[in-house]
């Protein structure tokens, strides 16, 4: 049972837009920077998006992140197949004292 | 460009301690503006955060694998490792080693390396 929720899977067709939610509480995301995660097949996490809303380096301008009160998106436009991969929302829990993840969420573009 | 290379045994007897070291290369590891964290992936599953080392010594871990976990940290050899001990199958998982920032952020992770937990 993961601190942070993500939907298991999520779907769409090449050149569409997909959004991926990420829902935890006061004590993580309400009051933490959330970062997102791209886990290609056989491959290590990769970081997309840090502090909510900033690309990290090499990230194109087709990935954002964004969040509200205790809930955070990662939103995909101009799908590619290449897309397809897991997908991590992360942060830090102050209460627990530990970084805490989302049970990830499987991108297929169809 | 930093990277990290995981290293260390990819089977350990149940019961006995998993040891796993991370070498840093191309910076340094002696920086008070990064922690160095090792997490895992069991088969299948989602990422788990086990803890986090300064270069300093001092350490994070997660509650849940508290009682099981060292951290340390060797800056001469620009490494740092992991202990977990009185190991079971539930710890067979591929392990990275990683980097962040002041906050949650793991900007540079290692490729991981693959330990089971098999008799």
């Known amino acids: 049972q993961s601190v942070l929720t993500q939907p298991p899977s999520v779907s769409a067709a090449p050149g569409e837009k997909v959004t991926i939610s990420c829902s935890g509480s006061s004590s993580n995301i309400g009051n933490q920077w959330v970062s997102w995660y791209q886990q290609l097949p056989g491959a290590a996490p990769k970081l997309l998006i840090y502090?909510?809303?900033k690309r990290a380096s090499g990230i194109p301008d087709r990935f954002s992140g964004s969040k509200s009160g205790t809930s955070a998106t990662l939103g995909i436009t101009g799908l590619q197949t290449g897309d397809e991969a897991d997908y991590y929302c992360g942060t830090w829990d102050g209460s627990l004292t530990a970084g805490v993840f989302g049970g990830g969420t499987k991108l297929t573009v169809l | 460009q930093l990277q990290l290379q995981e290293s260390g045994p990819g089977l350990v007897k149940p019961s006995e301690t998993l040891s796993l070291t991370c070498t840093v290369s191309?910076?340094?590891?002696?920086?008070?503006?990064?922690?160095w964290d090792w997490l895992r992936q069991p088969p299948g599953k989602g990422l788990e955060w086990i803890g986090s080392?300064?270069?300093?010594?001092?350490?994070w871990y997660n509650p849940s694998l508290k009682s099981r976990v060292t951290m340390s940290v060797d800056t001469s050899k620009k490494q740092f490792s992991l202990n977990l001990s009185s190991v079971t199958a539930a710890d067979t998982a591929v392990y990275f080693c990683?980097?962040?920032?002041?906050?949650?952020?793991?900007?540079?992770w290692g490729r991981g390396t693959t330990v089971t937990v098999s008799s």
């Open positions: 191309g910076g340094s590891i002696i920086t008070s503006d990064y922690y």
């Open positions: 080392v300064d270069h300093s010594g001092n350490t």
């Open positions: 502090e909510n809303n």
């Open positions: 990683a980097r962040h920032p002041l906050y949650f952020n793991i900007d540079v």
